[in-house]
């Protein structure tokens, strides 16, 4: 299957924590943050991502208990490319919405935002005098 056909599927197929969080993490587009869900990036494809803040949002449920150093790789593997991975069980988010939801905050407000994807780069030279 394709990437971006996968990824469709995927976002088709949420979970239900996950489907809470996404309705939760798309209100924060009012403050300045945007998240995407099921995301391709480097072979994988994290359930929620804040690209200009290089922040992943993963959503454990039970299956993830046999999983951890799958988990852990892949977590290494962003990493590298300089994003933070923060894993909230799916319990959590049912019994602790605005908890998790602040927690995510706090990442987001202590990332340094990254300079856009799209748009000309700066102009040579600006601020220099």
Known sequence: MPVVARAR???KRMSPPEARLWV????????????????????FYPDFVCLDRRL???????GHDVRVEQDRRRDAAFAQQGF????????????NLDG?????????????????L???PPRGGEGER
């Open 84 to 95: 933070t991975t923060l894993r909230y069980a799916a319990t959590s988010i049912r019994d």
């Open 9 to 11: 599927a995927m976002r």
């Open 118 to 120: 799209r748009g000309p």
């Open 24 to 43: 939760a993490l798309r209100r924060l587009r009012a403050r300045g943050y945007h998240f995407r869900r099921q995301h391709p990036m480097f072979g």
């Open 56 to 62: 992943i949002v993963e959503v454990d449920g039970s």
């Open 100 to 116: 998790v939801v602040e927690g995510i905050l706090v990442q987001l407000e202590a990332a340094a935002p990254t300079r856009p």
